[in-house]
């Protein structure tokens, strides 16, 4: 059973229009989170009984903090976004059989991570445990525009950062596939571990890309609905063989590309 802790609402802000970013005191910081690892809110409203699932944006042991952030996309999320500091929350974690590998890389490699708007929060941790490693990173990020983009300064104080928009109101304009058939050609190559997270678009073009590189990684954390293996809402078929189901929430969210069919 996964474990169940009580943290504390520290300070929650909208840092872009619907986007919010929750710091939560209490001993989960002291675990061991692997990076794409998730945890499970319990929404406070009777009304509402669910969990909610959120990957983890940043653990902080010093200060006995991890931070979420997310979108308000429904009921829960926005009772969520309206709780004030102090708020006692019910959290399981950290989930996630998978989270991103990182030990296989060594001091000065090189990581590209690829990111679309809220798969990108479990990224600023990964990239912090590569940079603590001595990891260069070099993120590339997908948003709808501008005035979406989040953690902006959080990710370029530790690699460089191209951005893809839609309307192209800021970087490159188009999809992220399209950005780094431009900018980043050599990638397979020239990257020794490749990490995505974000909307299947996004996903199948890294997918596609990066089939036969020895070490990229996709996190198909977006698609959970539960996260604790009760709704089985979030299965996903093997590549190689279809007939095998995988649950995102237990045998993932990271999989390696070419693993499951998306
Ligand atoms: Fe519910 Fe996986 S998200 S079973």
């Not at 710091?23 to 692997?34: H, I, N, P």
């Not at 370029?156 to 800021?170: H, I, M, Q, W």
């Not at 199948?204 to 089939?211: E, I, K, L």
Request: hydrophobic share 40%.
């Amino acid at each position: 059973l996964p474990l169940e802790w009580l943290l504390t609402i520290q300070d929650q802000t909208e840092i872009a229009p619907g986007i919010f970013e929750l710091r939560l005191s209490g001993d989960l910081a002291q675990e061991k989170v692997q990076s794409g690892q998730f945890v499970d809110v319990k929404i406070p409203s009777d009304a509402l009984l669910l969990r909610r699932p959120f990957g983890i944006a940043n653990v902080d042991a010093a200060h006995n903090t991890i931070t979420l952030l997310y979108r308000t996309v429904g009921e829960g999320t926005q009772i969520l976004s309206e709780c004030s500091q102090g708020t006692e929350l019910s959290v399981l974690g950290p989930l996630g059989g998978h989270g991103y590998p990182i030990d296989q890389l060594k001091p000065h490699q090189k990581a590209l991570i690829i990111g679309g708007g809220t798969g990108i929060p479990p990224l600023h941790e990964l990239s912090r445990q590569l940079v603590a490693k001595g990891v260069q990173v070099q993120h590339v990020f997908g948003f709808a525009n501008q005035e979406s983009i989040f953690y902006q300064a959080e990710f370029e104080k530790l690699g460089p950062t191209a951005y893809a928009t839609n309307d192209g109101s800021y970087g490159y304009k188009g999809h992220v596939g399209l950005l780094l058939d431009e900018q980043f050609a050599d990638a397979a190559t020239t990257y020794d571990a490749i990490y995505a997270c974000g909307p299947k678009g996004l996903l199948m073009a890294v997918d596609n890309r990066f089939s036969a590189h020895p070490n990229a990684y996709i996190s198909l954390e977006e698609r959970m609905a539960c996260g604790v293996g009760a709704c089985y809402a979030c299965v996903t078929k093997l590549k190689v063989d279809p007939t095998i189901q995988l649950k995102i929430c237990d045998d993932g969210p990271v999989f390696k590309t070419n693993e499951v069919l998306l």
